[in-house]
């Protein structure tokens, strides 16, 4: 009896066992960011799982996750200008996988489509980019060479997935050729200072010549004004006036007089000073 007992407990526990693992086997969660890719003894459910709780086939379906949120790998790519100079950058990709996407995909590229698709785009699209322009070009206009990059990878990869952006982190040139284009900067900075002094010059140099020409154009015209006017002079006198009345004295006696204009105040200061004889 305790045999059989022990038979059976034996027996109930290995069919609990069996149920649970079933039970656990046959349900998933899919987290949020990622998408389920159902595969049932090696084939692929057309449709992916949405994220959350689901039920599947125990012990013969598995549900493999794929992200869909945007994701940033680093990479490399050397490359030659239309100069046949070595430009090495280095990249920062940001892309992720649409939801219409994510079957095919785990399919054809195992769940991870950079090293297998993104990276070969982008690597080419640069490439191709660089070698329309030289190496000066490429360190000077280094927006212009990302965008033309990115829009090109975008075609090459297609709507399989989306490139959101290109991070161009460095442009590693050889040293001479480093040294080479900081000499040509130097020398054409040294040339624009050297057109702005002289375009200064330029200005200082018109602006004395229109000043002269207007003062003697003002000459002329006063000139011109005494000549059709004399009463001018008066005018002038008049205007210039302080409001103090001016006075003619003689200075000296006999024929070596001199007349001498003083204001009436001073005079008035003269006779007070002179004793009354």
């Known amino acids: 009896m305790r045999a059989q007992t022990v038979a059976k407990l034996i027996g109930v526990a290995i069919i609990i066992f069996v149920v649970v693992i079933a039970a656990s086997t ?3 969660v899919v987290q949020p960011g990622y998408r ?5 003894l090696g084939k692929v459910s057309p449709q992916f799982k949405p994220e959350g709780f689901g039920t599947k086939s125990p012990f013969v379906t598995t549900i493999i996750p794929v992200m869909i949120r945007q994701q940033t790998r680093e990479v490399q790519a050397p490359c030659y200008s239309s100069d046949l100079q070595q ?3 280095d990249l920062r990709v940001l892309y992720s996988i649409p939801e ?10 195992a769940g991870d489509p950079f090293e297998s698709l993104i990276a070969p785009r982008v690597q080419e699209a640069l490439k191709e980019v660089t070698a329309q322009q030289s190496a000066e070009q490429i360190v000077k206009n ?8 990115l ?3 975008r075609e090459k990869v297609g709507n399989m997935l989306v490139i959101a952006d290109l991070v161009i982190q460095n442009i590693d040139l050889t040293k001479d050729l480093e040294t080479a284009i900081e000499a040509k900067m130097v020398q054409e900075q040294e040339a624009a200072k050297a057109k702005f002094t002289q375009q200064k010059a330029q ?3 018109d602006t004395v010549v229109i000043k002269a020409k207007g003062d003697a154009e003002s000459i002329r015209i006063r000139g011109e004004a005494l000549k059709q006017t004399p009463a001018f002079i008066d005018l002038q006198i008049v205007e210039k006036w302080d409001g103090k009345a001016p006075l003619v004295i003689n200075s000296g006696a006999g024929g070596n007089s001199a007349n001498i204009l003083l204001p009436l105040s001073d005079l008035q ?5 002179t004793p009354v004889q």
């Open 142 to 149: 280094r927006e212009d060479i990302k965008t033309k990059a």
């Open 26 to 28: 046959s349900t998933y």
């Open 151 to 153: 829009a090109s990878a």
């Open 269 to 273: 200061k003269q006779r007070a000073a």
């Open 203 to 205: 200005i200082e140099a």
């Open 87 to 89: 430009v090495n950058m």
């Open 100 to 109: 219409a996407s994510v079957v095919g995909i785990y399919q054809n590229y």
């Open 36 to 40: 389920g890719v159902e595969v049932t």
